[in-house]
Nanobody, 124 residues
Framework: QVQLVDAGGGLVQTGGSLRLSCAASGLTFSRFAMGWFRQAPGKEREFVAAINWSGGNPGYTDSVKGRFTISRDNAKNTVYLQMNSLKPEATAVYYC?????????????????WGQGTQVTVSS
C-alpha cells in the first residue's frame, strides 16, 4: 500500500520560510519522479515544483522560481520543498505526488499517488 505523508505546513508571515516534507512508503521511491502541487480555496490544484527520480532537472512554476527549492533524499524516501520569501498568494493546501516515471510532468492527471496535504498560510 502506497502512502505519502505530507508535513511541515503552518502559519507564517510574509517573507518567512517553511520547509515541507513528504515521506513515502510502499513504493520503490527511487523509481518515481516526485512533485508538489497546491490548491487554494476555490481554485484548481496547480503544479508547484517537481524533480526527476535521480534528483536531477528540478522544475518550478514561474511564480516560485528563485524562492522555492525542491530536493529529495532517496535513502530516506523523502522529498522536500523549501519555501523562502513567502507571499500571501502562496496560501494553499500543499500536496506531494509520485509519478512512476523517470521524469516529471506539470499535468496532475499523470501523477499516480498523492499525499493528504498540508496547510500553508501566509499572513500579510
Amino acid at each position: 500500500q502506497v502512502q505519502l505523508v505530507d508535513a511541515g505546513g503552518g502559519l507564517v508571515q510574509t517573507g518567512g520560510s517553511l520547509r515541507l516534507s513528504c515521506a513515502a512508503s510502499g513504493l520503490t521511491f527511487s523509481r518515481f519522479a516526485m512533485g508538489w502541487f497546491r490548491q487554494a480555496p476555490g481554485k484548481e490544484r496547480e503544479f508547484v515544483a517537481a524533480i526527476n527520480w535521480s534528483g536531477g532537472n528540478p522544475g518550478y512554476t514561474d511564480s516560485v522560481k528563485g524562492r522555492f527549492t525542491i530536493s529529495r533524499d532517496n535513502a530516506k524516501n523523502t522529498v522536500y520543498l523549501q519555501m523562502n520569501s513567502l507571499k500571501p498568494e502562496a496560501t494553499a493546501v500543499y500536496y506531494c505526488a509520485a509519478r512512476p516515471f523517470a521524469t516529471w510532468s506539470r499535468e496532475k492527471i499523470t501523477w499516480a499517488y498523492w499525499g493528504q496535504g498540508t496547510q500553508v498560510t501566509v499572513s500579510s
